[in-house]
Every structure is written in structure tokens, then in C-alpha cells.
């Protein structure tokens, strides 16, 4: 189909292949056009060239950027950017919608509304996302990023609350503290689970290619010297809530869940 496409939009560097690894290596080997656009850093640095790694490991092509400054390094993004979280809306929103009339997806895939576990920059993807699919199929918003583009559905990624709670007990031996703050969406509202564990080592192996965060403990580093049984059962399956845009196609992506 010439609209069939899934686009990703994440918040930065190595989110690609932690929330999405699976999904984007799935569809890359059915023949089906990815991508993944990153909100934070800028090109020529380490982070975007890992980046690049990551998606050619995943078949994803090359790094799609908005350019801005990830919350925990101000100086990661393109001068004059400036923080994501902070970005006017606007701006920020017109610059994914000129990704995604550019690329045309048929799904777009970005975070649930609490970022996946709260990271600023996550809800910010969010949001931004959100606003962007809608936008880009009106020819009266942003007529300067490209002919309009309906997306037929949003994917956001999540994590069913059971399977928090049960990591969770598995992790610190019993419940959470009452009050405690945990990730997660009721079960009943997930809408597509996805076995992605065929893709597993490919997955993990788009992870490591961020060899920066695993220096600083970060990304990769959290599951050192986890066992590959394991780390098969913590990135063997993805999670989502879907959004339908406009009619069902009958050979959507996702069709079957």
C-alpha cells in the first residue's frame, strides 16, 4: 500500500530500541516502510551517531531530528533550540507534522500520557505526538511542512499495571509502599500486546549500539549481567494503547490484535 508506514516518535536516543526495538525490526522484515523521528540532540554528536547504528540494526533508515536539548543535557541539542520540554508548541508541533507529511505513515507510535514512567521529555513526546497527527492532515495548519497526511492510527506504548506490579514483586521481594508513584495502565485499556521475542537479540543489539549511556550506567547497563532468559522476558513483548485517526483499513498494520 502507498500509505502503509510505522513512525516513531521518541524522546531520545536508545527509546528506539527499549520501547519500540521489536515493533520496528518486525515490520522492517515484512517489508513495511519505519522510521523513527528523536526529539532531543543534534546531529554530530556521539548520541546521533549511535543512533544511527541502532536504526540500521533495526531497518529503520536514518536519524529523523527536531534538533532540541534533552532535560538532563542542555547542551545535547542544536544552537538555539533549546530544551524540549520548554519548546513553544507550536514550533515544536510543526516540526513533527513536516516529519510526518515527509514520510506518510499509516501509524504513528509514541509514548502513553504518563511518558511510559514520567520522564519529562516523554510526556512531552506525548503531547507534541498528539497534537502533530491531528494537525498534519489539515492543509490550513502548517501549509509551509509539506502536502497534508491523515494517519489512520496512534499506537502509544505502555506497560500493562499487573506486569509492573508483578516486576515489582519480583525485583524488591514484595508490594509497592502504599502512595507509591508506579508506571503502568490498567489492563483493561491496553488494546495490543505484541510478542516481539523473535527480535529479542536484534533488539538488544540496537540497545547496546548506545555504548554512551551504558558508560554513564544508563540504558544498556541496566540489564548487565541480567541472563538472556531474563532480558528475553523484560524486552520479548511491547505493549500499546491504539487511537484509531480515521476509518479502519482493512489491511492496516497491527489488523490482527
Not at 498534519?136 to 505502555?158: F, M
Not at 525485583?171 to 489492563?187: A, R
Request: aromatic residues 8%; proline residues 7%.
Amino acid at each position: 500500500m502507498s500509505d502503509a508506514g510505522l513512525l516513531c516518535v521518541h524522546a531520545h536516543p536508545d527509546d528506539e530500541a527499549l520501547w519500540t526495538g521489536g515493533i520496528l525490526a518486525r515490520h522492517a522484515d515484512a517489508g513495511v516502510r519505519t522510521g523513527v523521528v528523536t526529539c532531543t540532540w543534534s546531529e554530530e554528536t556521539r548520541r546521533v551517531e549511535e543512533l544511527s547504528r541502532s536504526l540500521s540494526i533495526l531497518g529503520a533508515g536514518e536519524p529523523r531530528l527536531l534538533g532540541y536539548s534533552d532535560a538532563g543535557n542542555p547542551d545535547s541539542g542544536a544552537e538555539g533550540n533549546g530544551a524540549f520540554v520548554a519548546a513553544p508548541l507550536d514550533e515544536a508541533v510543526g516540526r513533527l507534522v513536516a516529519h510526518i507529511r515527509d514520510f506518510r505513515p499509516g501509524v504513528v507510535v509514541t509514548y502513553d500520557a504518563y511518558g511510559g514512567y514520567g520522564h519529562p521529555d516523554h510526556v512531552q513526546a506525548h503531547r507534541v505526538t498528539l497534537a502533530a497527527v491531528e494537525a498534519a492532515a489539515y492543509a490550513q495548519l502548517y501549509p509551509d511542512a509539506g502536502e497534508p497526511w491523515r494517519v489512520r492510527a496512534l499506537y502509544l506504548v505502555t506497560v500493562p499495571r499487573s506486569v509492573v506490579l508483578a516486576e515489582w514483586q519480583e525485583l524488591f521481594g514484595g508490594p509497592p509502599d502504599p502512595g507509591q508513584v508506579l508506571p503502568g495502565t490498567p489492563d483493561e485499556q491496553v488494546t495490543t500486546t505484541v510478542d516481539v521475542r523473535p527480535w529479542v537479540e536484534r533488539k538488544w543489539r540496537a540497545f547496546q549500539a548506545h555504548e554512551s549511556e551504558a558508560e554513564r550506567g544508563a540504558g544498556p547497563a541496566m540489564f548487565a549481567g541480567v541472563p538472556g532468559e531474563v532480558r528475553e522476558r523484560l524486552l520479548g513483548t511491547e505493549w500499546y494503547i491504539r487511537r484509531d485517526l480515521a476509518a479502519p483499513h482493512p489491511a492496516d498494520l497491527f489488523a490482527d490484535d
